[in-house]
């Protein structure tokens, strides 16, 4: 199902696209979702239609440099600081008060930011299959050769080896050339692939050169495989602005703005769920742990299945927010 989108344009001159629905009285609580990598607002859908008939208010934006957003090549426009101010921007347009926030991948980091820049706009956080990113700890080039190398003694596996790939230089055009092998690798349901094709150091560049693909997971329609095709078709930018968000973290662009977060804004005091998956990569990271040091009120759920898990089960992932969020408004 296809929800229509509105736009807004930022002080930084950004336009993002994005799903508002408003709440249906009585209700008058907002959801914010936000995808991560490689990926648009398109893959809230269950939840959106959820929520929807729910009557909460919904907002989901195509985060930056993916699907309808503007698209920028710079990699300083992809700063965590500066693309919280820009989702502000965008709940303040639509007047939103506040809102219970719900990231995937990527999305998590950005959340993450926003949980420590803006915590008056939140009433609680949900992690679906990444944790909390606490400011000071991103994954640079250095921290993931550390990750795959401690992670390959402990388990016999890395799992973060495809983060390299980003940052060189043929990157996207390499992404681009073999869209269809990225899909199926990013997608697939498959641990030996995942181990061997994305844990692995120099995986992904073997798994792109080689044009390699596997069978889409059968919670993939074919209008999912349309829609990805036109988010990530060169006409429309292709892979390159997208995967700045990778690359802002491997080199560490937000190192000065994160010093500037007082101690006590590393830590979220608002009621936190962890969704977490058994994907092979999650379950080596022990998410939860990394997020208790940071977290006064976690709640940590387990579902069986891949690191989509809002795609591949959403009754499931459905039910565990919908119990969740009715919970704080109990509280």
């Not at 893959?43 to 919904?58: T, V």
């Not at 060189?168 to 498959?190: I, K, Q, W």
């Amino acid at each position: 199902m296809a929800f229509s989108h509105s736009t807004y344009t930022t002080t930084r001159a950004l336009t993002y696209s994005y799903i508002h629905i408003p709440p249906q009285l009585p209700n008058t609580q907002y959801l914010l979702f936000l995808h991560g990598f490689p990926s648009t607002s398109y893959h809230w859908r269950h939840q959106i239609s959820f929520f929807k008939a729910k009557g909460y208010g919904i907002i989901a934006p195509d985060l930056l440099g993916f699907g309808e957003t503007s698209r920028p090549t710079e990699l300083e426009m992809y700063k965590g600081e500066d693309m919280a101010n820009d989702v502000v921007e965008i709940l303040k347009s639509e007047g939103v008060g506040m809102l219970v926030g719900v990231a995937h991948d990527w999305g998590c980091f950005l959340l993450s930011r926003l949980a420590n820049y803006h915590p008056e706009r939140f009433s609680a956080y949900v992690y679906i299959d990444h944790g909390y990113m606490a400011p000071g700890r991103s994954l640079t080039t250095a921290s993931v050769r550390h990750i795959n190398k401690s992670v390959e003694e402990k388990l016999g596996f890395s799992i973060l080896g495809y983060f390299l790939l980003f940052d060189d230089d043929d990157a996207p055009g390499l992404l681009d050339e073999h869209s269809e092998s990225v899909e199926s690798l990013y997608f697939s349901t498959d641990e030996e692939i995942t181990k061997k094709y994305k844990g692995a150091l120099g995986g992904l560049r073997a798994w792109l050169t080689e044009g390699k693909t596997t069978e889409l997971p059968a919670y993939l329609s074919s209008e999912d495989h349309k829609h990805y095709e036109h988010a990530f078709s060169k006409e429309n930018g292709g892979y390159g602005p997208a995967i700045n968000w990778y690359r802002a973290g491997l080199r560490n662009i937000n190192e000065e703005d994160e010093r500037k977060i007082t101690t006590a804004a590393h830590v979220l005091t608002h009621p936190t769920l962890l969704i977490a998956s058994t994907n092979v990569i999650t379950a080596a990271m022990n998410i939860p742990e990394q997020m208790r040091p940071f977290v006064t009120d976690l709640t940590a759920e387990q579902v069986d299945g891949g690191h989509w898990l809002q795609l591949e089960k959403p009754d499931e992932v459905n039910a565990i927010l919908a119990k969740f969020v009715t919970r704080l408004e109990a509280d």
